[in-house]
Nanobody
Framework: VQLQASGGGSVQPGGSLRLSCEVS????????IAWFRQAPGKEREGVSC????????ESAESVEGRFIASRDDAKKMGYLEMLNLRPEDTAVYYC????????????????WGQGTLVTVSS
């Protein structure tokens, strides 16, 4: 199983980015797809998650209303649309897949991508 995250980059505050997560070697239909991030000097934290099936989402309070997780199981892809980015969103973003009971608990996830860097700065 491999996860490949992409779409990171440098943007100004207020800008937008769309992260993608390509999954190979696994059928996504029964798995949560989540995004975590790790800022310099900080612990990794859950950002957003989309459940299998009907695809209900969860988000951290800090990104609620700005970040939107989505998925396309047929293409084996997960996405994170990030709007109105702020400097405090600067971090390495990781996609992960698992059968999570607690979406923000990284120990609940089995497979991880390598991370993609998002830098928000003027």
């Amino acid at each position: 199983v491999q996860l490949q995250a992409s779409g990171g980059g440098s943007v100004q505050p207020g800008g937008s980015l769309r992260l993608s997560c390509e999954v190979s070697g696994l059928s996504l239909h029964y798995y949560h797809i989540a995004w975590f991030r790790q800022a310099p000097g900080k612990e990794r934290e859950g950002v957003s998650c989309i459940r299998p099936g009907r695809g209900g989402t969860e988000s951290a309070e800090s990104v609620e209303g700005r970040f939107i997780a989505s998925r396309d199981d047929a293409k084996k892809m997960g996405y994170l649309e990030m709007l109105n980015l702020r400097p405090e969103d600067t971090a390495v973003y990781y996609c992960t897949v698992g059968r999570a009971r607690t979406w923000g608990d990284e120990s609940e996830y089995t497979y991880w991508g390598q991370g993609t860097l998002v830098t928000v700065s003027s």
